[in-house]
């Protein structure tokens, strides 16, 4: 029985060979990642479909974020970038940092989002003189440095160490520095919704002792008015908290800053409102332009390689380089 069986299992294979090897061919075409990702311009996001201030003022105008499009090097795509223009191919390796995998960069883009939304909230709410009231801070462990001997995780939200609460990233920083080198640091996490208990060694590096990590910053608050910012999951990164706490802070006064532009722009931001530089301004760029936009807001670290993308490219919308949401806030106010 078992070798009639095998003897026809045989013969199909015989008949169908070439029938298999292009399913094989197909399946390594099309889903076989290589080293790659493959930067293209993005698009931009309407925030009034994103951010609900309630009882908040309406805008004339628009504010958008722009964002960055990027997929992963499978092989079409990498095919695709030597044909299409602004289509840039990069090494893997270029965006991740010494030793972690690309999901690893990915998911610390989604700590850095979560960040960013609650800089953008307290830096907006702060400016407008509204009331908001942070009553925690949590530490998000975002990097993990090859170094480093430690069964922690990115994504881990530390709960004390050693048995102490450490409400930033100053205390934690002061805790290490009070220990010995070669002492084994107990950590308690949050991993995923599960207590989980970890160490990490303490080494010496440059002068000083070290872990490491790095952290990220989640903040507890109430607002007053309240707020709902909703994001999707294929979201990451902090580059939009800039045009969020314009959105947020517009919605606050009285006063229409956008006077019915359309207004487009990217940036970090920290809860004291200080604009930082971000990656990847030339597909940001082309993105709000494919959207018509009016004005473009960026770091004012970005506003030299952003001034020379305009001229080279030939777009036709006004740059305004800002270093805090105050400054932004002007600059709009002026505008005509």
């Known amino acids: 029985m078992f070798t009639k069986v095998y003897e026809r299992?045989?013969?199909?294979?015989?008949?169908?060979?070439?029938?298999?090897?292009?399913?094989?061919?197909?399946?390594?075409?099309?889903?076989?990642?290589?080293p790659f990702v493959i930067y293209r311009p993005g698009g931009t996001i309407d925030l009034?479909?994103?951010?609900?201030?309630e009882n908040g003022y309406p805008s004339e105008g628009t504010l958008s974020m722009s964002y960055v499009s990027m997929m992963r090097g499978n092989i079409p795509f990498v095919l695709l970038s030597f044909i299409i223009p602004n289509w840039d191919l990069v090494e893997s390796n270029k965006i991740t940092m010494e030793n972690e995998s690309l999901?690893?960069?990915?998911?610390?883009?989604?700590?850095?989002?979560?960040?960013?939304?609650?800089?953008?909230?307290?830096?907006?709410?702060?400016?407008?003189?509204?009331?908001i009231t942070i009553f925690n801070t949590h530490q998000i462990i975002t990097y993990i440095d090859s170094s480093s001997d430690t069964n922690l995780k990115v994504?881990?939200?530390?709960?004390?160490?050693?048995?102490?609460?450490?409400?930033?990233?100053?205390?934690l920083k002061s805790y290490i520095n009070t220990l010995n080198k070669g002492k084994e640091v107990h950590f308690q996490v949050n991993r995923e919704g599960?207590?989980?208990?970890?160490?990490?060694?303490?080494?010496?590096?440059?002068?000083?002792?070290?872990?490491?990590?790095?952290?990220?910053?989640?903040?507890?608050?109430?607002?007053?008015?309240?707020?709902?910012?909703?994001?999707?999951?294929?979201?990451?990164?902090?580059s939009g908290g800039l045009m969020t706490a314009l959105y947020i802070y517009n919605a606050l006064v009285e006063e229409d800053i956008t006077k019915g532009k359309n207004i487009v722009g990217t940036g970090t931001i920290d809860?004291?409102?200080?604009?930082g530089e971000i990656g990847g301004i030339k597909y940001k760029l082309l993105g709000a332009m494919k959207k018509h936009a009016d004005y473009f807001l960026c770091p004012l670290n970005n506003y030299e390689e952003a001034k020379e993308i305009?001229?080279?490219?030939?777009?036709?919308?006004?740059?305004i380089p800002v270093k805090t949401l105050e400054e932004a806030v002007e600059a709009l106010k002026n505008v005509s």
């Open 310 to 319: 305009k001229e080279k490219q030939k777009l036709k919308l006004n740059l």
């Open 103 to 131: 999901d690893d960069s990915i998911q610390r883009d989604k700590i850095y989002l979560e960040e960013g939304l609650d800089s953008a909230t307290i830096s907006a709410y702060r400016l407008a003189g509204k009331e």
């Open 194 to 238: 599960k207590l989980v208990d970890c160490y990490a060694t303490v080494y010496e590096m440059e002068g000083s002792l070290k872990v490491g990590i790095a952290v990220s910053i989640k903040y507890d608050y109430t607002t007053n008015p309240p707020l709902k910012i909703e994001t999707k999951e294929s979201e990451s990164g902090s």
């Open 48 to 53: 009034e479909k994103r951010v609900t201030v």
């Open 271 to 275: 809860i004291e409102g200080n604009v």
């Open 155 to 171: 994504g881990d939200m530390i709960l004390n160490v050693d048995g102490k609460e450490l409400q930033n990233v100053e205390d």
């Open 9 to 34: 299992i045989k013969i199909f294979i015989k008949e169908n060979y070439k029938f298999f090897l292009a399913l094989v061919f197909i399946f390594v075409f099309f889903f076989y990642e290589l």
